[in-house]
């Protein structure tokens, strides 16, 4: 089974910055994919950003781009987020979640596709 731990949330203010870390424990598959999904009370679970287990190829939605950008380090067994320019309507609880598959044999912004979810870390961005 896989554990995944999420951390480094937290309140800011607009335009302001989090990293956000999720820590994997237990047996990962060796070419897991890594996604980060938001929620916000009352709204669906949305895609945020996504990497392969190289960290060569990565995946944002339109909202993340060129504020938000999604790393790994496998010997650490953990990925991250980084957070800037961050806005109110970025407040959610962040979710880390991982893939039984690599990352040419799913699609990454899909939910569906991933296998484990951490139990989330709360985001507030203030005005």
């Known amino acids: 089974q896989v554990q995944l731990v999420e951390s480094g949330g937290g309140l800011v203010q607009a335009g302001g910055s989090l990293r956000l870390s999720c820590a994997a424990s237990?047996?990962?598959?060796?070419?897991?994919?890594m996604g980060w999904f938001r929620q916000a009370p009352g709204k669906e679970r949305e895609f945020v950003a996504a990497?392969?287990?190289?960290?060569?190829?990565?995946s944002y939605a339109d909202s993340a781009k060129g504020r938000f950008t999604v790393s790994r380090d496998n010997a650490k067994r953990t990925v991250y987020l980084q957070m800037n320019s961050l806005k109110p309507e970025d407040t959610a609880v962040y979710y880390c979640?991982?893939?039984?598959?690599?990352?040419?044999?799913?699609?990454?912004?899909?939910?569906?596709?991933?296998?484990?979810w951490g139990q989330g870390t709360q985001v507030t961005v203030s005005s």
């Open positions: 990497i392969s287990w190289s960290g060569g190829t990565t």
């Open positions: 237990g047996r990962t598959f060796s070419r897991d994919a």
């Open positions: 979640a991982s893939t039984r598959e690599s990352w040419n044999d799913l699609n990454p912004r899909s939910p569906f596709q991933y296998a484990y």
